[in-house]
């Protein structure tokens, strides 16, 4: 015999979470499998994230889930140029990813939700028995889970197992990325830094997070990179001592979402189904609402006895992120163009009015609406300009 539920989520994510609370406060039978042995482990995330975006989430994070809520600056870096961002009224905040979901899972279990740590998914198979359904006897089948705990069934299956299911379907929007925990003098604790160099970081860039004065997340990505060999030298160029006290290395993706994210009676939610940014790779509130819509999705197909109502998720999300996420693609594609000489032109076209206006009106939530500004501003004949000599030198390879 193998235990039963109503629906199964594989990956103890934010989004994984966060679906189970909204299907176990419906009454429903919930079980979450997360393959590590700690939920909120390990922390590949870099843990921005708007006040406004977490409370829409539902969540009002614990002190200890804030690693720093004094983030004031954001310091944008060409390899010569550099402006800075009054990041103040976005109210960004830095969590410790162990900590927040750690609540959000405790959010979940007092809905009823059992939460299963180190059982990891072998295989999922679809089976067709009329008995095991408990909804009017519909002979849609259920799956049947072989974990390293043994058989499970249920009617309905989640994946959120994040960045390695997707893997499975394919590579080409995976970016290698190093992130480090760091002390050091260097680091503002009020200052977000962010180094473009299509040198070092192809397609990407280097970051520091502060968690803290003196201590934060230093990372780099880019394509085709040694992302340890890249982050070491970026530390290294900084010129003063640092100390590493954790080591995180993990593919990012950056080629947006999928274009499907249900399939019968399967739903793939949060980093699996390519929710997270293509400009930055952060997802806390794009995956996390993937993760309500699919429980909400889900939770009215079951009460309805509707499978087709499963397809208001992906409307749901499409509806909300889908103008962001094309707005995303469309400036990844262009930053993946330029050179480095490109890249310093580019910051000097910038006046300080636009990033004054930016950062009054910025939204952290849907940073394409900062891109649209400029790109409408007097600066946007110089971007073009910009952009059509960097394709020049591209052909000619000079």
Known sequence: ?????????????????????????????????????????????????????????????????????????????????????????????????????????????????????????????????????????RDDGYYLIKTSEGLLTCNYFIDARGIGSLIQRSKLGLLQAAQYEVYAPWIDRNTIEVRFDSERYPGFFAWIIPTGSGKGKVGVAGRSINAANSLKSYLESKGEKYSIVRKVYAPIWIMGPLEHFVMERSLVIGDAAGQTKPTTAGGIYTCGSGGILAGKALTKSIKKNDDCLLHDYEKNWFSIFKSEFDRMLLLRKVLERLDNRALDQLFSTISRGEIEDISKTGDFDFHSTALSKILGSRSGLRIVKTLFDNEIRHFFNI
């Open 1 to 137: 015999m193998s235990d039963y539920y109503d629906i199964i989520v594989a990956g103890g994510s934010i989004s994984g979470l966060l679906a189970a609370r909204e299907l176990g406060a419906a009454g429903l039978s919930v079980a979450v499998l997360e393959e590590d042995a700690e939920i909120g482990t390990p922390e590949h995330c870099g843990g921005l994230v708007s006040i406004s975006g977490i409370e829409n989430l539902g969540i009002i994070p614990s002190n200890k889930a804030i690693e720093n809520n004094e983030i004031k600056y954001a310091k944008i870096f060409s390899p010569s140029k550099c402006f800075e961002l009054d990041a103040g009224k976005q109210k960004i905040v830095v969590l410790d990813r162990r900590t927040f979901d750690k609540q959000v899972a405790f959010q979940a279990q007092k809905m009823g939700v059992e939460i299963r740590v180190k059982c990891s998914m072998y295989s999922i198979s679809k089976k067709h028995n009329t008995t095991i359904n408990n909804y009017n006897n």
